[in-house]
T-cell receptor, first 117, second 113 residues
């Protein structure tokens, strides 16, 4: 079973539109971390945010915001007023197994976002 | 601070050959992880090293191996290359372990012909 599901394979929006990228995860651990990474066309993954399982506070960073809901096992990412430079593949990731020491870092399959001018 | 560096950036090898890829983590980072990225399989975890010890390994055949040196630099080796090994190999470093964010290098694009 897929532990990190990004159901949206590709999304296209017009510049200045808002867009939400979905991430649903699955874990039995009580302590875990969730991440979002961006992979622009240049290829290098860039860390965006880390959230631990005990902190459900939403976070906003400029045009980016993240909504973490344990009740639905989701960690969604919203870009407000999208720009062409936001075009990239976005990956959601889960780090689990921290309690047992058998760390696993699992990436979703990614969502390709295309922002059209 | 310098980022994660990987060498070489591009490689073309022939089936049956072996290859060694190198990764230098961010200064102070002790954890290095390797991933294989392909269009079909996405990002797949290969292995992780921390203080010269392999802490975890993904589901890859024994042809894939790695090591970490005392200065935290890491190498991965693939022996008896197959066409299916063609991929982008990404190295990521982390401060301590994978509860922390990972910082990725630009990758090595390996093509096996």
């Amino acid at each position: 079973a897929q532990k990190v599901t990004q159901a949206q394979t590709e999304i296209s929006v017009v510049e200045k539109e808002d867009v939400t990228l979905d991430c649903v995860y699955e874990t039995r651990d009580t302590t875990y971390y969730l991440f979002w990474y961006k992979q622009p066309p240049s290829g290098e993954l860039v860390f965006l945010i880390r959230r631990n399982s005990f902190d459900e506070q939403n976070e906003i960073s400029g045009r980016y915001s993240w909504n973490f809901q344990k009740s639905t096992s989701s960690f969604n990412f919203t870009i407000t007023a999208s720009q062409v430079v936001d075009s990239a593949v976005y990956f959601c990731a889960l780090s689990e197994g921290l309690d047992s020491g058998t760390y696993k870092y699992i990436f979703g399959t990614g969502t390709r976002l295309k922002v059209l001018a | 601070k310098a980022g994660v560096t990987q060498t070489p950036r591009y490689l073309i090898k022939t089936r049956g050959q072996q290859v060694t890829l190198s990764c230098s983590p961010i200064s102070g980072h002790r954890s290095v992880s390797w991933y294989q990225q392909t269009p079909g399989q996405g990002l797949q975890f290969l292995f992780e090293y921390f203080s010269e010890t392999q802490r975890n390994k993904g589901n890859f055949p024994g042809r894939f191996s790695g090591r970490q040196f005392s200065n935290s630099r890491s190498e991965m080796n693939v022996s008896t290359l197959e066409l299916g090994d063609s991929a982008l190999y990404l190295c990521a470093s982390s401060l301590r372990d994978r509860a922390y964010e990972q910082y990725f290098g630009p990758g090595t694009r390996l093509t096996v012909t």
